[in-house]
Nanobody, 122 residues
Framework: QVQLVEPGGGLVQPGGPLRLSCAAS????????MGWYRQAPGEQRELVAT???????NKADSVADRFRISRDYKKNMVYLEMSDLKPGDSATYYC????????????????WGQGLQVTVTS
């Protein structure tokens, strides 16, 4: 299995920055896609940003010019650098690992972190 640990999160003022990190550990050889999703109360979980093991990124239009995603492949970590945060960015943010390869095959399901709260308020 794979564990995703996401320390951090917290309270930030509008316009401010925040950096999220996620560390993957457990039994795997490689992770094709890592990224972040978020879910606000009463809303569906939505993609924020993902990055493949080739460095190709995909971001939601709402964050494309404000958020940056990166990976440290040696440390099996993914980061989300958020800037110019808005109250609408408030949500629980979840780290995700997709197409995780181990012992000659892929795990059947994605892996998720426990989630961390980001609140943007003055």
């Amino acid at each position: 299995q794979v564990q995703l640990v996401e320390p951090g999160g917290g309270l930030v003022q509008p316009g401010g920055p925040l950096r999220l990190s996620c560390a993957a550990s457990g039994s795997f050889t490689s992770i094709y896609n890592m990224g972040w999703y978020r879910q606000a109360p009463g809303e569906q979980r939505e993609l924020v940003a993902t990055i493949t093991n080739f460095g190709k990124t995909n971001k939601a239009d709402s964050v494309a010019d404000r958020f940056r995603i990166s990976r440290d492949y040696k440390k099996n970590m993914v980061y989300l650098e958020m800037s110019d945060l808005k109250p609408g960015d408030s949500a629980t943010y979840y780290c995700n690992a997709e197409r995780v390869f181990n012992n000659g095959d892929y795990y059947p399901d994605d892996f998720w972190g426990q989630g961390l709260q980001v609140t943007v308020t003055s």
